[in-house]
């Protein structure tokens, strides 16, 4: 039997993404349950990674965002140039396309139905994130961690469903209740393997 607590722990990992604080923990736990399950639900892509070029709707290529699976989760790493100073909403968009323009990108990749945002009750969406924070200088650095997405070809979560996923860059901050919150489109980039 596994102690109570571990479960609990493990549970949070499925509804949220998690800060890489506590991902050594996570990763922890996640050898203990595996351990204890046989491991049988680890992802067959672990170490697989996936990449986003992000454009402005000129085309202008702003930054990049790296995916990398691993056997809790999928670790996020994006680099964004030219925003403007501040809090900018970030998603993964249930759709792989930012053509003719960044509607084509869909509303935000929530597979399982829940509603968005982290504050929205039964919430977030499996493609929310915390806000990119950009300096004085226009550029934001941050990496994410989230067990709600997978790099696996396959399950409901799969960033590779039929019609793929994309990234993107807000212009106003997520209030993570409001879908509408964050505002226009201003930074787009399919996601794809490699
Ligand atoms: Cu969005």
Same mark, same amino acid.
């Given at each position: 039997m596994l102690p109570p607590a571990l479960i609990l722990i493990r549970d949070v990992t499925r509804e949220a993404p998690v800060t890489t604080m506590i991902r050594g923990l996570l990763a922890t736990t996640a050898l203990l349950l595996a351990a204890a399950c046989g !491991? &049988? &639900?680890? +992802?067959? #892509?672990? !170490?697989a990674t996936a990449r986003a070029t992000l454009a402005m709707p000129n085309g202008h290529a702003v930054g990049q965002v790296i995916l990398t699976q691993t056997a809790t989760g999928v670790l996020i790493s994006a680099e964004v140039v030219g925003l403007t100073p501040g809090a900018h909403g970030f998603h993964i968009h249930g759709v792989g396309a930012c053509s +003719?323009? *960044? %509607? /084509? @990108?869909?509303?935000? *990749?929530a597979p399982d139905g829940k509603p968005h945002g982290y504050l929205a009750e039964g919430g977030p969406h499996a493609g929310d994130l915390p806000n990119l924070h950009a300096g004085e200088d226009g550029s934001a650095r941050a990496e994410y961690f989230t /067990? /709600?997405? %997978? $790099?696996?070809?396959? +399950?409901?979560? #799969? $960033? *590779?469903? &039929?019609d793929g996923s994309a990234f993107i860059v807000h212009a106003d901050p997520d209030d993570?209740? &409001?879908?509408?919150? @964050?505002? /226009?489109?201003?930074a787009c980039g399919v996601i794809e393997r490699g």
């Open positions: !491991g &049988d &639900d680890s +992802p067959e #892509s672990v !170490g +003719p323009d *960044f %509607t /084509a @990108a869909g509303s935000h *990749f /067990a /709600a997405v %997978t $790099l696996d070809s396959g +399950p409901d979560h #799969s $960033l *590779f469903d &039929d993570y209740r &409001d879908v509408a919150s @964050a505002g /226009a489109r201003i």
